[in-house]
């Protein structure tokens, strides 16, 4: 018997996409919220204590003291499991970086159709960081030998990554001390398999210490070459208007959905969609033209740099082709759900693969080519066009937000201090007053087991009320922008007076997008540069800052989080953990737990900590936040001290009647 499933409603806090799951069940289409409601999740696997790792199990330890047919104890297992994950997140992030990397080479070749380098700025910046050559080359020469630089790392034995030079000179040595910094990006991720084959590495802190430094190869590696590659092939993001949700997809245009992580292929879906010659294409197929708009992280990639609208978050991927309205989604790598061809089969769109690494049982497969990127992008918008006339009935939600995109940290320092003086003066001085209490980045995906968005939203405004600045990347970002916080005036009257000022001085968002989920590392680099301008300690664990992943569900946000914790961060992850255990059956299951709290803790001045309900992570985070400011020196969070100040004081006028404003104004009575 079919399980009962969740109201529309209880499903997701976006009306877009409650419409969108009636229309599922009028249809009996099942999607991924209908499928979490069918199938519970193994208690046992869930909390990370089922081993199948060798064929004498799979062994299920569900008792205090059990072990597997090998003698591996439960916190040996739970930490072999957290480690495979986080390598796994580390793998997809890092070889996402590794295709920018060929792709730079290729373009600094002139190996490549369409692509040029954009950002030759950054280009210089960055090179100069590595003591490449940069006066009297041309940008050419100098992304040859970055891109080099930047490929070696992956297949580098020996030494240190060549990157970590960016992080804080105190938290280098962190890692030093504690032998975490990582030597190459692929060794550190075939070490964690090796260690985690049947009878290595059978001590659970010390699996741990390598799954730091497998982490710390993906942040400070692997998703670093990512975003500086994109930057200089596409353009550091700067703020341009957007707009975010499924109400984008538009019924008189050819509708073509970018999804996955790559910016590869999308930005020359981009270039290709404004061609003359797709363009008349569209229209001799009675279209208006082709609308382009993207889901997930290439949704990211294509709105911070282009402005092009975000049908949607993760779990909108279906929920897109439910509007009957979508002639193709165009998919690459990560985060892409298999039941997608199965639900385009009801309606007339295709779903075309196109990374060699990346194929759907019957998905039409165009496979992208650097060399030829322009030609091949122009047939798969051409083969999106010609579906056109199969189109059928469409039901497009009337749902659409305007947002303000596109805060690099680049953007950010140029924002606070202008281009002759950029500089995080102006932030840190704000946390230093108390205006700002201290900074939250809310990053990583949606998760059907939960509210979609819910919790997203609700800990960004309850944090937003307590004048914390929020910063966001990923799937939590769109789910703010839907909701009108990424957009200046509309998100201001939702936080508090300090941020509030802040905010309006500067122009700016209280949440500010920083972009996909390779650029967390924006993050790291913001977080560097207010340790380097002062005031706020040296180094990352003195920040009043904390990191949350509300609705996490990819392995990619294990290694995320773990990255983040050994830089310094107290990370908190929503929704269940894979490391939970049983703690009040069975009390050695809550050993691994614990250590990511205290043994991380004591060790990287950072620590993760899985946290269901909401409120708590609201609590926890402002706890973190205060105690880093008092351990600073820093005056006591207190709203009230700017109360007579600046906007405070403005929207004290406006909720006062009309005698008394008149009153404190210009002394009149009457
Ligand atoms: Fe069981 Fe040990 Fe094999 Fe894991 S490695 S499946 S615990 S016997
Ligand atoms: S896409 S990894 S669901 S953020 Fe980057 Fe969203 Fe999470 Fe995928």
């Known amino acids: 018997m079919a399980k009962q499933h969740r109201t529309p409603e209880e499903a997701s806090i976006d009306s877009a996409a409650q419409e969108m799951l009636i229309r599922a069940e009028e249809l009996q289409i099942s999607t991924a919220f209908s499928r979490a409601d069918d199938m519970a999740p193994c208690n046992i696997g869930s909390a990370g204590m089922c081993c199948k790792i060798c064929g004498m199990g799979p062994c299920r330890l569900t008792k205090e003291g059990s072990t597997g047919v090998c003698g591996a104890t439960i916190d040996t297992i739970q930490a072999r499991n957290l480690i495979r994950a986080i390598a796994a997140g580390a793998a997809a992030h890092s070889d996402h970086g590794r295709d920018m990397a060929f792709t730079l080479k290729a373009v600094a070749n002139g190996e490549t159709e369409g692509y040029y380098i954009r950002d030759v700025a950054k280009l210089r910046t960055t090179a100069q960081i590595y003591d490449i050559p940069i006066e009297g080359r041309s940008p050419e020469e100098i992304a040859n030998d970055l891109a080099d630089l930047y490929t070696s790392q992956f297949g580098q034995q020996k030494g240190e990554l060549a990157l970590i030079k960016r992080a804080p000179k105190k938290r280098q040595e962190v890692w030093s001390a504690t032998g975490v910094t990582p030597r190459g990006v692929d060794r550190e991720v075939v070490e964690a398999l090796h260690r985690t084959h049947i009878g290595d590495d059978q001590d659970a802190e010390h699996i741990l210490v390598h799954a730091v430094r497998t982490a710390l190869g993906d942040g400070w590696g692997g998703s670093l070459i990512a975003t500086d590659v994109s930057d200089i092939l596409f353009g550091t993001p700067a703020p341009v208007l957007g707009q975010a949700n499924l109400g984008v997809l538009k019924d008189d245009m050819v509708n073509v959905v970018v999804h996955g992580h790559e910016p590869t292929l999308s ?151 202008g281009s002759y003086r950029s500089s995080f003066r102006p932030l840190n001085d704000a946390i230093m007053s108390g205006r700002i209490r201290g900074v939250a980045a809310i990053v990583g995906c949606n998760n059907p087991r939960s509210q979609h968005d819910y919790l997203h939203v609700k800990v960004t405004k309850e944090l937003l009320k307590q ?105 908190i992850f929503g929704g269940s953990s894979p490391v939970g255990g049983m703690p009040d059956k069975v009390s050695d299951s809550d050993i691994v737990s614990n250590y990511l709290i205290e043994g991380w803790e004591g060790l990287y001045g950072g620590k993760m900590e899985f946290e269901p309900d909401p409120d708590e992570m609201v609590r926890k985070t402002l706890e973190h936040i205060d105690k880093k400011r008092a351990d600073l020196g820093l005056p006591v969070y207190d709203p009230s001290r700017f109360g007579k100040s600046g906007d405070a004081r403005m929207l004290q006028l406006e909720e006062m009647p009309l005698e008394a404003r008149r009153a404190m104004l210009y002394g009149q009575t009457d």
């Open 267 to 417: 930005e020359m879906i981009v270039a290709a969609s404004q061609t003359p010659e797709i363009i008349q294409y569209a229209q001799a197929a009675g279209a208006k033209g082709v609308n382009l708009s993207g889901i997930c992280c290439t949704a990211n990639e294509t709105l911070m740099r282009q402005g092009i609208p975000a049908a949607g978050n993760f779990l909108q991927q279906e929920l897109s082709i439910l509007t009957g309205a979508v002639e193709a989604m165009i998919v690459d790598v990560q985060c892409i759900m298999q039941a997608l061809v199965g639900l385009a089969e009801n309606f007339h769109t295709k779903i075309i693969t196109t990374s060699p690494k990346v194929k759907l049982k019957g998905a039409t497969h165009i496979q992208f080519d650097e060399h030829k990127a322009l030609t091949i992008a122009k047939d798969i918008l051409k083969f999106a066009i010609d579906n056109y006339k199969n189109r059928g009935e469409t039901v497009i939600p009337d749902d659409r937000e305007d947002l303000v995109p596109g805060f690099s940290h680049e953007y950010i320092n140029y924002m606070l201090g």
């Open 467 to 571: 004048d914390v600045l929020v910063v966001e990347t990923g799937c939590g970002a769109i789910a703010s922008a839907k909701q009108g916080l990424l957009l200046g005036e509309a998100g201001l009257d939702k936080v508090g007076p300090g941020l509030r000022e802040i905010c309006e001085t500067i122009g700016i968002p209280p949440v500010l997008h920083m972009g996909s989920c390779v650029d967390n590392t924006r993050i790291l680099t913001v977080l560097t540069q207010m340790v380097e301008e002062g005031g706020l300690g040296d180094d990352i664990d003195q920040i009043p800052a904390v990191g949350l992943a509300p609705e996490w569900m990819s392995e990619k946000a294990l290694s995320i989080g773990t990255y983040c914790m050994a830089s310094g961060a107290y990370v």
